[in-house]
Each structure stands twice: as structure tokens, then as C-alpha cells.
């Protein structure tokens, strides 16, 4: 479902540190909030996507030859950078038909798209070389099952890329969301620290390469302006915004 967050603001993903006063909210499940937000997701600038993706693009190996999986792909954003790579297979994978709707029509996406949870993968044991699940992990309520399932569809030495909102953001305030009109609509999620996320992953076939915390940069300054929020920038910018886990499937799994 790849969900990024706002902080009770916005249209998109965590663009803002406090809500705009006045406006209602509301708190919906993951299926309806998806089915909801996925006509307007590729539509407005997401600060922390754009931290992530900067980020990921630099970590990634070489990929042709490689297969590759986008768990709770969402509307497709990396599934689409990893075949434009040179991968010789990908699949995106997420439950959500509404989003999975708006990844097909991208290109690299055609045939390689199917609807399934992140705890319950239709694919084959040892098919992938690298794995990325982005913005997803927070929706996931049994993270021992999908840290299980990534164990099993990957081949030994793959790597696995996980990002979410950071827990701290998340302990500040920082939600999964979006806006309909005046109302700022939040999807159910759940949270956990770094230590229980890499202690999960740990104990189920994966050793931890590197657990980075993602601050805003200049470079998302403009998205802030584009969103008419470049008066909370600043404050944004005083919490780590995204936690970004790179695993690596052990041998011996």
C-alpha cells in the first residue's frame, strides 16, 4: 500500500508538522483509505518520498540480471525506477486494487503487478535479488509474518530495503494520511521502534547492513512551497523524518 504520511495537515504524506486549525478529522481502515486516496496519491508533491527515494537510488546495486520485488508497491513509484534499472523480472505486489489500478498504467508495471498482502506473498520461494517495501511496514500488523514471507521469496545474499515514517515522527504526531477537502483523514497504522523492527527481521533470516534516520533536506524546501506549507519547513525539518533498514538475507536461512 505504500503509504507515506501527513501530520494531520495535508494532502499527502507528512508535508507539515501541525494540522491547519478548524479542520475535522477522521480515522478510516487501511482497504477504504487506499480505495480513497489512490486517485489523488501521484498527484501532490510528498517531501518524504522524495527524502527516501534520494536516498534508496543511491544504495542500490547493480540490477540487470537481478529480480526484483516492490512489496505493498502501491501505485508503483519503485517498481517502475527498479525495472527502468535494467532488472530482468519484477513483480509489485499490494493489496490495495484501487492503487494497484493506477500502478498499471506506469510503464515497466504491465503483467508484473498482483494483489496480495505483504504477509501472504503468491510467489515462489528464493525468486528475488532485492526486495523494497516502502511505506508499508506501518500497515503490516504481524511484521513477523512479512519478515517470514521476504525470507522465503528471496534468494540467499539479497538485499531487502524497508522505509517507513520515522518513530519518532510517529511519537510527534506524524500520521498516515491525506486531505478531502477540509478534513484531514487518517489510515489506521501501526508503529514500531527501530529495535523491534530490526530484531524481527533479525530472528527471521536477515542480518542488519545499515539503520538510517532520514532528516528533510533543501532539496524538499520546494515541495513544502508547492503544497502553499513552506511556513512549516522549518519545523520539519527539527525531526528525523524517515527510518530506512537495509537487510541483508543470511545463507543459512
Not at 501541525?18 to 510528498?46: F, M
Not at 518520498?49 to 505493498?72: A, T
Not at 501505485?75 to 494497484?100: K, N
Not at 478531502?180 to 530484531?199: D, F, H, L, M, P
Amino acid at each position: 500500500m505504500s503509504g507515506a504520511t501527513h501530520t494531520d495537515s495535508d494532502s499527502r504524506a507528512a508535508e507539515e508538522p501541525h494540522p491547519s486549525r478548524g479542520d475535522g478529522r477522521c480515522s478510516i481502515g487501511v482497504a477504504e483509505g487506499y480505495e480513497r486516496w489512490a486517485p489523488l496519491y501521484d498527484q501532490t508533491p510528498n517531501p518524504l518520498l522524495s527524502r527516501e527515494e534520494r536516498h534508496l537510488l543511491s544504495l542500490l546495486p547493480e540490477l540487470r540480471n537481478k529480480s526484483v520485488l516492490d512489496s505493498g508497491c502501491g501505485t508503483g513509484r519503485w517498481l517502475e525506477h527498479l525495472m527502468a534499472r535494467g532488472s530482468r523480472a519484477g513483480v509489485g505486489v499490494d493489496l490495495s486494487m484501487a492503487m494497484l489500478r493506477v500502478a498499471g498504467n506506469k510503464k515497466g508495471s504491465t503483467g508484473r503487478l498482483a494483489r496480495a498482502s505483504c504477509e501472504n506473498l503468491p510467489l515462489s520461494q528464493a525468486a528475488f535479488d532485492l526486495v523494497i517495501c516502502s511505506f508499508a511496514m506501518g500497515h503490516i500488523q504481524d511484521l513477523g509474518r512479512m519478515a517470514h514471507e521476504l525470507a522465503r521469496v528471496t534468494r540467499p545474499g539479497a538485499d531487502v530495503f524497508v522505509s517507513d515514517l520515522h518513530p519518532e515522527a510517529y511519537a510527534r504526531g506524524w500520521r498516515v494520511g491525506f486531505r478531502e477537502g477540509r478534513t484531514a483523514v487518517q489510515i489506521e497504522t501501526w508503529y514500531r521502534s527501530a529495535k523491534e523492527i530490526i530484531q524481527t527481521f533479525c530472528s527471521n533470516g536477515f542480518a542488519c547492513e545499515a539503520n538510517e534516520a532520514l532528516w528533510l533536506g533543501e532539496l524538499e524546501e520546494p515541495l513544502f512551497a508547492r503544497a502553499g506549507k513552506a511556513h512549516f519547513f522549518a519545523e520539519a525539518c527539527r525531526l528525523p523524518a524517515v527510518l530506512v533498514c537495509h537487510f541483508r538475507r543470511t545463507e543459512d536461512s
